[in-house]
């Protein structure tokens, strides 16, 4: 490995180390029991609650969700073919 390269790399890992300790920092931390709760159980009625996790996972971005289970199913199903067809160029020769 050149200089270069480790100067390149030295600078995209500070930056990343810049940009995940602002995140940290710009984020409000103060609730009012000093603790932040992401509710993710229904109420006592068993319906979702507008706001939780679970409601804003399934309802709002469900399917952004299913889109892209989709796009990782092809893509192991993909990987697995190309990994089939190397052994087998290899097993030929």
């Known amino acids: 490995m050149n200089k270069r390269t480790a100067a390149v790399g030295v600078i995209i890992a500070a930056t990343v180390l810049v940009l995940m300790t602002s995140a940290v920092i710009s984020y409000e931390w103060d609730a009012e029991d000093g603790m932040h709760h992401v509710p993710f159980t229904p109420d006592s009625d068993g319906n979702l609650i507008p706001g939780s996790l679970n409601y804003e996972l399934f309802e709002t971005y469900g399917p952004v969700i299913l889109v892209l289970a ?11 073919y190309v990994a089939k067809e190397e052994d087998e160029e290899h097993d030929s020769d």
């Not at 989709?70 to 697995?80: E, H, R, S, T």
């Open 70 to 80: 989709m796009l990782m199913f092809g893509a192991i199903i993909g990987g697995a």
